[in-house]
């Protein structure tokens, strides 16, 4: 496969993976109390940064675009090599929306305040890593540091059980990693032994004849990773748990950002790498996704914590991103990419409003709420918003990307496709449970409720801020389409360059 570069006169991605690291930095030498503005400021500009090369991105062909290489270690072939395409730049522009949001939400945060800022910075410099980097040494690393961050994250800032669950990810997540690193050694260590070369670029890798076997083998590896930090059914259950426990900000960012991690990895590497053995596998994926769509689902109906509900809907969504790669056709693939940045927009905003109910009402049991919307309206309309868009109602952006992930599925499967739209009404049910249980049901209220909710303040400037973008992009891309979708088209098309015969 021959890929075009494009470079550009500023090194815009590498100064985007910089300033959150140099913002921690200084940040350990600044009053506290300035934590806050440095760390929004640093995140508005990686947001501007990520817009511009959104804005100014080359959709007519494929290519990799913003490029930048520089030598490290020549000797084992080894580069700092970043650049973007279609799926990594929208990835890495949701990362940096979802940053600024949760900075601006974190305006309450009273408890070491200068490292929940730090660790938020140094987690944002690593996602960004992840999403534009092309040498798999540089990847890994990148992989692995967004593990500490999010680790303390969750065990200083989060909840009773927060040693528990913040154990239980890093675990999980490091775990799958392993496997991961063994499949892309593997593979540096064949192409040493049958090309006489050296190189860890993404480039060279993907230009390996590999043998079927070879290509199962390491299909496998590197999917039992990737699968591990979707998170995929049955590797699920960390993720309830560290939602749970998590701080909002905390949850916005896993639910936003690190689950489509795994779901880039199946797009980037699985589908170009192993083409073969991703044909082989389809029906396994499909299993597995219609499985993740269904049973989370269901599970989902059970809960009656708030945020728990919302960690299983996010498993579900995600079965939809999987069904959407492993039909192997553009539709497929334009849905799954559009799925994830929707739910990234979707899943963050159901987080917010969880946050918001638990700062006022300070419990995430829908059995001790009911009946708020009367007394906070513009929070109940934001919310429903947010919640009809997870639920995939027309004009808003969670339709786009499930119709067409379940379009490519229905030209491979109709069986699959028909069980996967069918558990679209199951994911309605819970939503609109959720929003029924939380902001409805006011004739049930007693009297010490209803004069405890008339004290409730409506949302503040900042949680209007965190908001409001995300439920402008969810009317964005529900109401206009057709510029994602020209956007990724090329992509799609390059990422099933070798299942197509190309």
């Known amino acids: 496969m021959t890929v075009e570069f494009s470079s550009y006169s500023f090194p815009i991605i590498t100064v985007s993976i ?42 007519s062909s494929y290519k990799i675009q913003f490029y930048e290489k520089y030598t490290w270690i020549p ?71 967004m593990l500490i961050p999010m680790f303390l994250i969750i065990g200083i800032w989060g909840y009773a059980q927060r040693i528990f669950a913040a154990t239980k990810f890093f675990i999980y997540t490091f775990f799958g990693s392993l496997f991961l690193l063994i ?69 916005v960012i896993l639910a936003a950002v690190l689950l489509k991690m795994g779901t880039y990895g199946f797009v980037r590497f699985s589908l170009p790498w192993f083409p073969n053995a991703s044909e082989y596998f389809v029906p396994v994926m499909f299993t597995l996704g219609v499985i993740a769509i269904i049973y989370t689902a269901m599970m989902a109906i059970a809960q009656t914590h708030i945020k728990r509900l919302i960690a299983y809907s996010s498993v579900s969504h995600m079965g939809f991103v999987t069904i959407g790669t492993f039909a192997l056709n553009v539709d497929g693939i334009n849905g799954a990419i559009i799925t994830m940045i929707s739910h990234g927009l979707t899943s963050a905003a159901l987080f917010l409003a969880a946050g918001f109910i638990y700062e006022r009402a300070h419990t995430y049991e829908m059995k001790e709420l009911g009946g708020m919307a009367k007394f906070v309206p ?3 309309t ?3 918003i947010s919640a009809m868009a997870s639920v995939g109602l027309p004009g808003l952006s969670g339709f786009v ?25 199951v994911g309605a049910g819970y939503t609109l449970w959720l929003y029924k249980k939380t902001m409805f049901e006011e004739e049930l209220l007693t009297e010490k409720k209803i004069h405890q909710w008339k004290q409730l303040k409506d949302m503040t400037a900042s949680e209007w801020l965190s908001f409001l973008p995300l439920v402008i992009f969810m009317f964005v891309i529900g109401l206009y389409p057709t510029w994602w979708i020209n956007l990724i088209q090329k992509t799609s098309e390059a990422i099933l360059y070798k299942i197509v015969g190309g």
């Open 183 to 251: 499949g892309v050694v593997g593979m540096y260590v064949y192409q040493y032994f049958h090309y006489g070369v050296l190189s860890t670029s993404y480039f060279d890798l993907i230009n390996l004849d590999l043998p079927f076997n070879l290509e199962v083998i390491f299909f496998l590896l590197l999917a039992l990773g990737f699968a591990i930090k979707v998170p995929m059914w049955p590797f699920h259950t960390w993720l309830p748990d560290a939602h749970v426990q998590a701080p909002t900000a905390g949850s």
């Open 401 to 425: 990307g499930e119709f067409l992930a379940l379009l490519g599925t229905f030209k491979v499967s109709i069986f699959f496709a028909a069980l996967a739209g069918l558990s679209l009404i």
């Open 75 to 145: 000797q084992f072939g080894i580069n700092y090599e970043v650049g973007v395409d279609a799926l990594g730049l929208t990835m890495v522009w949701l990362t940096a929306l979802s940053f600024v949001v949760a900075f601006v939400w974190s305006t309450n945060i009273k408890h070491r305040v200068k490292e929940y800022f730090v660790s938020f910075l140094v987690l944002e410099a690593a996602c960004i890593g992840v999403f534009v980097v092309w040498d798999m040494v540089f990847f890994y690393i990148f992989w692995e540091a």
């Open 378 to 380: 513009v929070f109940a």
């Open 18 to 59: 910089l300033i959150p690291l140099i913002a921690a930095i200084i940040l350990a030498f600044l009053n506290e109390k300035l934590a806050k503005p440095v760390s929004i400021i640093a995140s508005i500009i990686v947001f501007i940064l990520s817009s511009v090369m959104l804005l100014a991105y080359d959709y």
């Open 382 to 384: 934001l919310f429903m």
